[in-house]
């Protein structure tokens, strides 16, 4: 009966380790996986920001991490991309936010050349109204392309709103307060960098000169 209860102990942990292991080997794959499908989905979008021929260094891994700003919207730190060339800084890309949509805070990447110039800009997440406000997603409509290569020297600082405020940028019929929003994160997103160049070039150059990147 013990030899039994013995040999029925030993196959039931046998088991427990195979099937402990199994579980294991599985969510270490699948977050492997998983981690690669959210860089190859980063890098899709910043891609759409700069293309993949103007820079040649791994950009999802390029990185500078950077203090909150009001400028960004940001009440924490957040992580700049940077897009290199030869080891020469191309284009920084941010985290941006509007904390002031329609519906809540907007969520945006805008890369901006180191000329000042704007590369692109993409909403990454939002909450606004379908078939009103979502229109500042490329897929809905072209109107956030309408920022590339602004820049504070090409657009006044009155410009820099919706057309109802007297400004460049247009509005969507039935929604002006979702664009309103973008355009001045936008713009404040230039100021930033305006403010900030010189820091974030020497941070990118050091960070190429250590080889990482």
Same mark, same amino acid.
């Given at each position: 009966?013990?030899?039994?209860? #013995?040999?029925?102990? $030993? $196959?039931?942990?046998? #088991?427990?380790?195979i099937g402990g292991g199994l579980v294991a080997f599985t969510e270490k794959s699948t977050a492997a996986q998983i981690q690669f499908n959210e860089k190859q989905s980063l890098l899709r979008t910043l891609n759409t920001i700069i293309p993949s021929t103007q820079y040649d260094n791994d950009i999802t891994q390029s990185t500078i991490t950077i203090a909150a700003s009001p400028h960004l919207g940001t009440d924490k730190e957040s992580v700049v991309y940077v897009a290199m060339k030869n080891k020469k800084p191309v284009a920084f890309i941010f985290n941006? $936010?509007?904390?002031?949509?329609?519906?809540?805070? @907007?969520?945006?990447?805008?890369?901006?050349?180191?000329?000042?110039?704007?590369?692109?800009? !993409?909403?990454?997440?939002?909450? +606004?109204?379908?078939?009103?406000?979502?229109? @500042?997603e +490329?897929? !809905?409509?072209?109107? $956030?392309?309408? #920022?590339?290569?602004?820049?504070?020297?090409?657009?006044? +600082? =009155?410009?820099w709103k919706v057309n109802r405020d007297g400004g460049e940028f247009?509005? #969507?019929?039935?929604?002006? @307060?979702?664009?309103?929003?973008?355009? =001045?994160?936008?713009?404040?997103?230039?100021?930033?960098f305006n403010a900030n160049k010189q820091q974030l070039l020497e941070s990118a150059s050091t960070s190429a000169s250590n080889g990482e990147g």
């Open positions: 009966m013990n030899k039994q209860v #013995f040999i029925t102990s $030993i $196959i039931l942990t046998l #088991f427990a380790v941006a $936010i509007a904390p002031n949509g329609y519906n809540g805070k @907007i969520y945006l990447l805008v890369g901006i050349y180191t000329d000042g110039r704007i590369a692109g800009t !993409r909403v990454v997440k939002h909450r +606004e109204t379908p078939g009103l406000g979502d229109a @500042i +490329e897929r !809905r409509s072209d109107w $956030i392309l309408g #920022f590339n290569n602004h820049s504070l020297d090409s657009l006044s +600082e =009155k410009q247009d509005q #969507f019929t039935g929604a002006t @307060i979702t664009p309103r929003a973008v355009v =001045k994160a936008v713009h404040q997103s230039l100021l930033y």
